[in-house]
């Protein structure tokens, strides 16, 4: 089985054009789990960047950017960030974002996404 190639943009700014439109839509919103498919990644550089809005079983909603690099720090990945959600997003440090770091070392960037918690 062959794998998928992530593709390559050149900036921040044009990888978040392009994933923030797909993260999004409705229609591509997903459990949290599955996060980093060939649809919702690219690369810039060494840098690899994934962004979906996860929806969770009591339906609410959290957009989650997601970078790994090597060497890449979380401070690095916030400036990283800013750049990512300037197309779509005013960026307002230490007060919407989460910050986590899993064992694959991805640094995973999370707020709430819609407001209040959506009714079924």
């Known amino acids: 089985m062959q794998r998928a190639t992530v593709p390559s943009v050149k900036s921040m700014e044009e990888a978040g054009d392009a994933l923030l439109e797909r993260a999004i839509d409705p229609e591509r919103w ?13 690369r810039v550089g060494s840098v ?4 979906s809005v996860d929806v969770t079983p009591t339906l ?9 690099g ?3 720090s979380p401070m690095q990945a916030a400036e990283l960030l800013e ?7 005013t960026f307002i440090p230490n007060i919407e974002w989460f910050v986590e770091i ?3 070392q991805w640094i995973h960037f999370s707020r709430p996404y819609t407001r209040p918690r959506l009714q079924a």
């Open 102 to 104: 899993d064992a694959r």
């Open 70 to 72: 090597p060497k890449l």
């Open 48 to 51: 690899h960047v994934c962004a």
């Open 60 to 68: 609410e909603t959290f957009i989650r950017v997601s970078f790994k």
């Open 83 to 89: 750049q990512f959600t300037s197309v779509r997003f």
């Open 30 to 42: 997903m459990l949290p789990g599955r996060r980093v498919t060939v649809d919702n990644t690219c």
